[in-house]
């Protein structure tokens, strides 16, 4: 086994799996909450529209 | 035909910088292309940076003759990992605070001139030395190959970076990087994989069993661990906090443009240089005892390429060059304009003059390159000997302790810059001149960045921050560069939306650059390694 090569190869590696994983734990951090709130909060309005018009209608 | 391609690759640079120019109309437009950097601006530009003269030419040469695995499994590797943590955490968090430089920084943290005097001295002094001497270096081949006097080639290239780092400023450097970038990328995918295919992967690997220890962790030269150890680890910490790369964060879109460039942008790193040096190692089995080893490139371009392509490879060379020498003009004419003449002198002065000014700082920058690129007085090569590590040992330890911590204060900082700078270069020549004697394996940078940061705390610790040092970290601790890139999507029509395409658009790229790393490297761990 050529470990050189390996060591190389794998630190390529590495450094795209850690700028990857980096990214993706900011994203679910400080942008998932935010995002999945905004959706509930969209959620419930369209809930609350939907009974209204249906309150309307009845 | 090569100067043919010369002249072709200028004078599109200077027609893509000549037409760049219209869009810069004010301040925010010069220094930071008024934050509107997409994501292939800013992946063009920052990609730009990991080819120079240096990689091409001396790193290159080195892995040619000692093999690749300390220069580039440890230094390059501590390159990429610096890389990223200059764009994820100090660029980001510069970003997030609106610096348009990083001396900028650190005049709204200490708001304390001598802070700024100190920082914007080591960067104009590490830069010039940095950048001159690669221009030098590589103009000096360039001449050769083109048959065109050093002189008269030092002259066109200034000119030609003069036109558009003086005009579009960091609009200019930033389309012209990327255009830059492709034609680099030409290097890395295209004629380095053909220099691979002639000699072949097995005869690569095989190259440790003809030169011993090619393959080994120290390389043919057996250099000392301490030292292979020091290289990764001054990599990092220069390439961490280096105003060249810093930088190219300030004018993205945002905080997705920089989340996408943490991705795709390192994920180029690697992608470019390993088959760079692939091919160095390919170069030892076509053709060995290259002397001197850095001709080693120019040798692969002009006898084992099609003329064509070598063209190509030429332009690229020239890229490389044009690419470091315009970040050292815009980045040393943003730090007299913008941070010792506004910042430090305090100077009001409004956008029409402040442009001109800019300018102006571009071409007294320019008018000194030139002189000191021509006359190659003896001291730029001593600068060049310690420019990278200056950044290392004087501003990282500031930067991060900045950042993090609450009695970091303009005491401290100035002790910080000043010991790491002093020791680096004192410890440096006494070593050099054997007044001192220190072990092979333990390189002078690990007792400089030790003082740094030794100065850092102790002067932390027996003074107070200022009313404003206490406020601002308060301010910056609060300061988040998704909260502003959240209020500016959402005050769109439909913005939810587009808050949603944009995190599943920088997820699922994180996740397939990831499989495409696994694949391509895999396909050579498999090949080469096992």
């Known amino acids: ?58 | 035909m090569e100067r043919i391609v010369f002249f072709i690759v200028v004078a599109i640079y200077i027609l893509a910088g000549v037409a760049v120019t219209r869009y810069v109309k004010n301040k925010d437009d010069f220094y930071v292309m008024s934050e509107k950097g997409s994501t292939l601006l800013i992946v063009g530009t920052l990609a730009a940076t990991y080819l120079s003269a240096v990689t091409l030419l001396g790193i290159g040469g080195m892995v040619y003759n000692e093999g690749p695995v300390p220069h580039v499994a440890f230094g390059s590797f501590g390159a990429w990992l610096g890389t990223l943590f200059a764009v994820i955490y100090v660029g980001r968090k510069m970003k997030s605070l609106n610096c348009q430089t990083i001396p900028d920084f650190f005049e709204k943290r200490f708001n304390n001139k001598w802070v700024t005097v100190i920082a914007v001295s080591i960067m104009i002094i590490a830069l010039l030395g940095y950048g001159v001497v690669q221009l030098i270096g590589a103009g000096v081949v360039l001449a050769e190959i083109l048959d065109i006097p050093f002189p008269v080639l030092i002259l066109l290239f200034t000119g030609a970076l003069l036109i558009f780092s003086a005009l579009g400023g960091m609009f200019g450097v930033v389309v012209t990087d990327t255009l830059m970038f492709f034609t680099m990328l030409a290097i890395s995918l295209i004629i380095a994989p053909l220099i691979i295919g002639q000699a072949g992967l097995d005869q690569i690997k095989s190259l440790g069993e003809v030169i011993p220890n090619y393959w080994g962790v120290t390389g043919a030269e057996e250099r000392p661990m301490g030292w292979v150890v020091s290289q990764f680890l001054m990599w990092i910490l220069f390439f961490g906090c280096t105003p060249a790369l810093v930088s190219r964060v300030f004018p993205a879109k945002n905080d997705f443009v920089v989340l996408k460039t943490a991705v795709i942008g390192i994920f180029c790193a690697p992608l470019m240089q390993i088959f760079i040096f692939l091919a160095a190692a390919a170069m030892q089995v076509l053709q060995p005892g290259i002397d001197p080893a850095d001709r080693m490139f120019i040798v692969g371009l002009m006898d084992y390429t099609p003329s064509a392509l070598a063209g190509v490879g030429l332009a690229g060379l020239m890229a490389s060059i044009m690419s470091t020498a315009s970040t050292l003009f815009v980045l040393t004419g943003f730090a007299l304009a913008k941070d010792l003449f506004e910042n430090v002198l305090h100077k009001d002065i409004d956008e029409k003059k402040g442009l001109i000014l800019g300018r102006a700082a571009q071409i007294v920058i320019a008018v000194v390159v030139c002189i000191i690129a021509i006359m190659q007085p003896s001291s730029i090569f001593w600068i060049s000997i310690y420019a990278g590590s200056i950044f290392a040992v004087s501003w990282m330890p500031t930067i991060i302790a900045s950042f993090e911590w609450k009695r970091m204060n303009s005491k401290a900082a100035i002790a910080s810059m000043s010991a790491g700078v002093i020791s680096f270069i004192v410890l440096g020549e006494l070593n050099k001149r054997e007044v001192i004697h220190l072990s092979p394996n333990f390189d002078h940078f690990y007792v400089s960045i030790i003082i740094s940061i030794a100065a850092l705390l102790l002067t932390g610790f027996l003074t107070k921050p200022t009313e404003h040092e206490q406020f601002y970290y308060e301010q910056m601790k609060t300061s988040k560069l998704s909260t502003s890139t959240i209020q500016s999507i959402l005050a769109k029509p439909n913005g939810l939306a587009e808050l949603r395409s944009e995190y599943k658009k920088t997820f699922t790229y994180a996740v397939s650059f990831v499989v495409i790393s696994v694949v391509l490297w895999g396909y050579f761990i498999v090949n080469m390694a096992l």
Request: charged letters at 25%.
């Open chain 1, 1 to 58: 086994m050529n470990t050189g090569a390996l060591l190389l190869f794998v630190n390529a590696i590495l450094t795209t799996l850690l700028s990857a994983g980096i990214v993706i734990w900011i994203l679910r951090k400080e942008y998932l909450p935010t995002i999945k709130r905004l959706e509930e909060e969209e959620q419930t309005n369209k809930n609350m529209e939907f009974r209204n018009q249906m309150k309307k209608e009845s």
